[in-house]
């Protein structure tokens, strides 16, 4: 039986402060859909984060359900799971009411055992019979906890052909990059499924899907997909990749098994034109002419442009390169958005702080914790025991008061919970 499915992930719908360049990720989501159904798929496997966060804008979801019943209504379903942006600790995420529509089927069905291990129900894709699993993502990395806690015997030993869905970055698969971020080995992942489909790590993996016409063979020892993004969610990947897409996968069902190949299906919708200006040792005047040259040797018409200026000034302030006033000059030429990081700029006043440049919110956060973790020291905690122990705190303090509960009681419950995970036993002193 030929079977055909799309792996797409990492949608990150409205991920961006700029409204304009947001409604290029939308486009791109719809030229996404056009495609899958104009390609007649069996059904859409979505590896988590939809959303790029759990509550976004009333038009985010409507487009994001617009997206939805087009395809449910040419018959094609979509198994998924949430991403960590998607996820909230309280349960109030705006993909739920996508999986009560059933516009999207939630691959995450677990139920506890006696012995408490986590047992993933499979979903049946009635079409084409493969049966389909998934854990979803929790914010920081704190689903590896449950990976660990799971019935992988049940997962392991189920016959047939079968999809695991996951959203978390892989130790042995983590680009230099994101050498900080948390990650899980491999070994965590269920055995004996014919395909993997990954999310969370925006990149492709392998990364020879992004050369052009590149179709790759699935093999047992190479079944693990991550199709990145569908459009770039910051000033970096506008940078790295300048588009986005989503892998096509196809090939047919032999006997217990799949046989697949995939192939990653770029997802272009705007011309990105990138400048990067090394400012080391240059005086203001002297950036500004040589920003002036570039805007008048090329064409920005209806592009997106990246300007990144970085190294140390000889003289002036940062703040001398007026951005309002480049960015009015590049429109002027026709650019439809201009984006400028300065990050990496300084003068010779200034030393640069500890974290890299290019970084997201997320790994940054991720580093500063690790930084400082190291330094502290508290009795029978280790450093990666505290580092948990803060993503913990984090979460916790991430927890919505529900509506009823008083203010009183939401406040003592977040007590409670930092004296549980820093293991401290109420003193007479804390009662009162």
């Not at 079944?223 to 047919?252: A, H, M, W």
């Not at 790994?363 to 025991?385: P, Q, S, W, Y």
């Amino acid at each position: 039986m030929k079977i055909k499915f799309a792996h797409i992930s990492d949608v990150h719908l409205g991920a961006w402060r700029n409204e304009r360049i947001n409604e290029l990720g939308y486009k791109a989501l719809e030229k996404l859909i056009d495609f899958i159904i104009k390609e007649k798929v069996d059904f859409v496997i979505l590896s988590g984060d939809l959303y790029d966060v759990s509550n976004p804008k009333v038009e985010v979801i409507d487009l994001a359900t617009k997206a939805m019943k087009k395809l449910k209504d040419v018959n094609i379903p979509v198994y998924g799971i949430m991403g960590s942006h998607d996820f909230s600790p309280s349960n109030k995420s705006m993909v739920r009411p996508l999986f009560t529509a059933g516009l999207y089927i939630d691959a995450w069905v677990p139920e506890l055992t006696v012995d408490n291990k986590i047992k993933l129900n499979f979903l049946v894709d009635p079409k084409t019979k493969i049966k389909i699993a998934g854990i979803r993502a929790r914010k920081r990395s704190l689903e590896i906890e449950e990976y660990r806690e799971l019935d992988r015997e049940f997962l392991e030993t189920e016959k047939g052909p079968k999809i695991f869905i996951f959203h978390t970055m892989l130790s042995e698969l983590k680009p230099k990059e994101f050498k900080d971020m948390e990650s899980a080995p491999k070994s965590l992942l269920p055995q004996n499924f014919d395909y993997y489909a990954g999310g969370h790590l925006h990149k492709t993996v392998p990364e020879i899907l992004n050369e052009e016409s590149i179709t790759l063979k699935i093999s047992e020892r190479n079944n693990i997909i991550y199709p990145g993004y569908v459009f770039p969610t910051d000033f970096r990947e506008l940078e790295r990749n300048k588009q986005g897409g989503f892998c096509l996968v196809s090939g047919e069902i032999k006997g217990e098994n799949l046989d697949l190949n995939v192939k990653f299906i770029p997802i272009k919708v705007i011309d990105i034109e990138n400048i990067s200006l090394d400012c080391t040792n240059k005086v203001v005047s002297t950036v500004l002419s040589e920003l002036e040259e570039k805007l008048s040797n090329r064409d920005y018409q209806d592009k997106i442009v990246t300007i990144r200026l970085f190294g140390p000034l000889s003289s002036g302030k940062t703040y001398d390169i007026k951005i309002n006033e480049i960015i009015q000059n590049f429109k002027e030429k026709g650019a439809y958005e201009v984006l400028i990081n300065k990050n990496a700029l300084t003068t010779e006043e200034y030393q640069a702080i500890s974290i890299s440049t290019g970084k997201s919110n997320e790994e940054i956060e991720t580093a500063l914790i690790k930084e400082h973790a190291g330094k502290v020291r508290i009795n029978n905690f280790t450093t990666v025991k505290l580092e948990k122990k803060i993503y913990q705190l984090l979460n916790i303090f991430g927890t919505e008061r529900h509506s009823g509960t008083k203010v009183m009681d939401y406040n003592d419950s977040l007590k409670q919970s930092f004296l549980n995970i820093f293991e401290v036993q109420k003193s007479k002193e804390l009662k009162q």
